[in-house]
């Protein structure tokens, strides 16, 4: 599904990511562990394509084509979604106008017809369901006085109003409290399947108690310098980052 | 020959075609004197410190309407709200349109300025009511020198206008250069409710220059909604001088919704007369370029106990440029005053200019008034949060777009207004907006 290919990425002339490598099959899910300042968010927001971020070197692969020249909703288009670390307000747009405007858009884009208004509702009040959404806040401006776990909670919706092919989650479980944690992580769980892949960006191991990552990769200094399966998060929470960093400079 | 003295010596002329006996003419003669004193406003003025007229004065414009131009409905429709049952007072080159308009005499009064002037049965009012609120500065004077046509609504007490008004002036570009100076008046006794939708509409590239003095009294307890709808091509230039009379728990609000034309100033004057009045000026600002729009609002409170609410939202691209300058006067005796004013512009080119000026002239101890401006571009997160769900740039930046202006296109109380609007600001956006918000 995804390849990454030795990356080098620049944010404001600074260098970030030096020389990651990653592959994600579909039906998998990795979890992207490291401290502060490792880069782990660089990561998600290059995949997604922001375009404050420059990739000097290095290949980004969606089933095997290169989308680093690709617009952020193009790759959308193809099935990314991010669900963001900061959820932007954007008052005077509804929940349910931008997700109706988001799948009729991608919709166009992929050639199809615009969804029905009835199928559009229904789609809405399934997935507000699974993410015990009120229907209130769907009426509500996007984000505007969202509390943080409504913002996390909200873009976990969205993914499951896109339906996307590969999601990032980045530090989706900050700003969480353990019941809307529960919810987040069973809302992705449900969104799961065989044909599409998760990438779980976290400081914490605390998610993965919920959501189980397949693999495991520690990200530090730009690089992926470690990789194994869930237990390697275990080890992690035990022991923190500290270890890890002895043994590269070793 | 410059347009000043044209116009001057002109007066004689016009003399020939009105009743020089009526008392009105009086108060023409009167302001003739002023504006050959006064002249045009310069930039050396500080109220036009950044709007020049002299591109737009020195046109040879053809003063008085020499003939009557027809047009069919069918070729201005598209100007018109044609899906709202209205009244219509609809204007060609300046006279009057008996063909596109649709006025009454039932109840309300909803006809043209010149039979107001010269017909007995509306002499109480225009005794009451002419050139009374309007100020005397060059240009108001000028107008009212002239003063001879335009749209006249009259709504005695306890009535409710029974569908909303339509007041538009079509230009169509048979004379090389026009100017127009329509004089409207407007009044809406106790408890007594109308709306009024205002267009001006250029149909040629032929310089336009419009001077128009808009009159209303809102008697105790009424209220009026005014909508402006300017989107003119780039010879149109407009002087919107508008003056509101308002009196004890009145509501009056005029929105302005400014997307085109060559140089418009808005002079929107707002004078409270009671208590318990609220007054409500909200505008959209869309602009790109080399358009230039002003708005110069002033709201005096004079009773105590009232309220106005201004939130004006610019947005220019390319060479645009946009003034606003708002200012709010309370006098010592209006304690409990509510004022609120809120200016806020995106701008999206480097070449855009937004001059903002608030003006606060607090004279009482116990009120509360605000003032916000902000100046700024489109949030690049935003637009990179809604390209991440599949929103294309052009759409993402519309639908931001609509959403900054969305408070003020909200309070449009007509919704086959508000719709209209929304296809007006896609089709300055160039896109096909799918949402309704």
Redesign the interface.
């Known amino acids: 599904m995804l390849e990454i290919k030795d990356l080098h990425a620049n944010v404001e002339g600074k260098e970030i990511l030096k020389g990651l490598n990653l592959k994600v099959n579909a039906g998998e899910i990795h979890a992207v562990m490291g401290p502060n300042g490792a880069g782990k968010s660089t990561l998600a927001n290059i995949i997604?394509?922001?375009?404050?971020y420059e990739v000097t070197d290095g290949d980004i692969l969606l089933n095997g084509d290169d989308i680093e020249e690709l617009?952020?909703?193009e790759?959308?288009?193809k099935g990314?979604?991010?669900s963001?670390q900061y959820?932007?307000e954007?008052?005077?747009?509804?929940v349910t106008?931008?997700m109706?405007?988001?799948?009729?858009?991608?919709r166009k884009?992929q050639g199809l017809e615009?969804m029905p208004a009835k199928d559009m509702l229904k789609k809405i009040r399934e997935k507000s369901e699974l993410l015990e959404i009120d229907r209130k806040f769907l009426s509500r401006s996007l984000n505007e006085g969202f509390s943080g776990g409504e913002k996390k909670r909200n873009e976990i919706f969205?993914m499951a109003m896109?339906e996307p092919k590969l999601a990032i989650l980045d530090e989706t479980d900050s700003g969480l409290d353990i019941d809307a944690l529960r919810i987040v992580a069973n809302g992705v769980n449900k969104l799961k399947s065989q044909d599409n892949a998760i990438i779980v960006i976290t400081h914490y191991q605390r998610l993965l108690d919920y959501i189980v990552p397949d693999y495991v990769h520690v990200l530090y200094d730009g690089k992926i310098v470690k990789s194994g399966t869930k237990e390697l998060a275990l080890e992690l929470e035990e022991k923190g980052y500290d270890w890890i960093k002895e043994e590269i400079n070793a | 020959m410059e347009l000043k003295e044209k116009l001057v010596s002109s007066f004689l002329a016009f003399e020939n075609t009105v009743n020089v006996d009526a008392p009105i003419h009086d108060i023409r003669t009167q302001a003739i004197k002023i504006f050959e004193e006064k002249g045009f406003p310069t930039k050396k003025e500080e109220a036009w410190k950044y709007t020049s007229l002299n591109a737009v004065l020195k046109h040879d414009y053809s003063i008085f309407p020499k003939e009557e131009n027809a047009l069919e409905f069918k070729d201005v429709k598209k100007y018109f709200l044609y899906d709202l049952d209205t009244y219509k007072i609809v204007f060609i080159d300046g006279k009057y349109s008996s063909h596109l308009s649709e006025t009454t005499h039932d109840k309300i009064d909803v006809c043209l300025m010149s039979s107001a002037l010269t017909h007995d049965k509306y002499k109480a009012v225009i005794d009451n009511y002419f050139n009374k609120v309007a100020r005397q500065d060059g240009l108001t004077s000028l107008n009212t020198a002239f003063s001879k046509e335009g749209a006249y609504i009259y709504i005695p007490k306890n009535k409710l206008a029974d569908k909303p008004i339509q007041i538009i002036h079509f230009s169509t570009g048979k004379e090389s250069a026009q100017m127009l100076q329509p004089r409207n008046l407007i009044v809406v006794e106790e408890n007594s409710h109308v709306q009024i939708i205002e267009r001006h509409q250029s149909l040629t590239d032929n310089p336009v220059f419009t001077n128009s003095v808009t009159e209303i009294y809102v008697d105790k307890r009424a209220h009026v909604d005014y909508y402006k709808i300017q989107n003119d091509n780039e010879q149109a230039s407009l002087i919107d001088n508008t003056y509101i009379e308002q009196q004890a728990q009145s509501v009056a609000s005029v929105h302005t919704f400014a997307f085109g034309g060559n140089i418009t100033r808005n002079n929107l004057n707002f004078f409270q007369k009671g208590e318990g009045i609220d007054s409500i000026l909200n505008g959209v600002t869309i602009l790109e370029g080399k358009q230039h729009v002003d708005h110069n609002t002033l709201v005096h409170h004079t009773e105590p106990n009232c309220e106005s609410h201004q939130d004006y939202k610019g947005i220019f691209d390319e060479k645009a440029t946009g003034v606003f300058n708002g200012k709010i006067i309370v006098d010592k005796i209006a304690q409990k005053t509510n004022a609120f004013q809120s200016n806020n512009n995106i701008l999206l080119s480097d070449k855009a200019t937004i001059n903002s000026k608030p003006q606060l002239e607090i004279f009482a101890d116990d009120v509360k008034c605000s003032h916000g401006c902000t100046i700024g571009q489109l949030d690049e997160n935003a637009l990179f949060y809604m390209r991440s769900r599949g929103i294309g740039e052009k759409e993402a930046r519309a639908l931001l777009m609509y959403a900054f202006a969305n408070n003020v296109l909200e309070s449009v109380k007509i919704p086959q207004l508000k719709n209209r609007i929304n296809k007006l600001i896609a089709n300055k956006l160039g896109v096909d907006i799918g949402f309704d918000l």
Do not use: S
Request: a negative charge; charged letters at 25%; zero cysteines.
């Open positions: 997604a394509g922001k375009e404050e617009g952020p909703e790759r959308a288009h990314v979604f991010m963001f959820p932007v954007i008052p005077g747009v509804t106008n931008f109706k405007t988001a799948i009729n858009e991608t884009a615009e969205q896109m």
